[in-house]
């Protein structure tokens, strides 16, 4: 079994994570302060270098004024 962060479903995760980032009119630098995190914690899991955990996608569905459960239902859809 692959590791799920090689997967094509992690990427698509990942690049709408960026998407939602952009949308929200956020830098990364911008977002990296709203979670008291380094800008590294997210261009590292931007480009798929590092997993986030329930938490931290909670966290970072929060300030990107994302609805969880819609997000992965679509993520879901776009397999």
Same mark, same amino acid.
């Given at each position: 079994? #692959?590791? @799920?962060?090689? @997967?094509? @479903? *992690?990427?698509? !995760?990942?690049?709408?994570?960026?998407?939602?980032?952009?949308?929200?009119?956020?830098? #990364?630098? #911008?977002?990296?302060?709203?979670?008291?995190?380094?800008?590294? !914690?997210?261009?590292? *899991?931007?480009?798929?270098?590092?997993?986030?955990?329930?938490?931290? !996608?909670?966290?970072?569905?929060? !300030?990107?004024?994302?609805?969880?459960? @819609?997000?992965?239902?679509?993520? #879901?859809?776009?397999?």
């Amino acid at each position: 079994m #692959q590791k @799920s962060v090689h @997967s094509r @479903s *992690y990427k698509v !995760f990942c690049e709408r994570l960026v998407a939602a980032r952009h949308a929200a009119g956020l830098t #990364q630098m #911008q977002l990296a302060k709203k979670l008291g995190r380094p800008q590294l !914690f997210v261009a590292k *899991y931007e480009r798929g270098e590092r997993r986030l955990d329930v938490i931290e !996608f909670l966290e970072v569905a929060g !300030f990107l004024k994302l609805e969880p459960g @819609s997000f992965v239902v679509k993520l #879901q859809a776009a397999k």
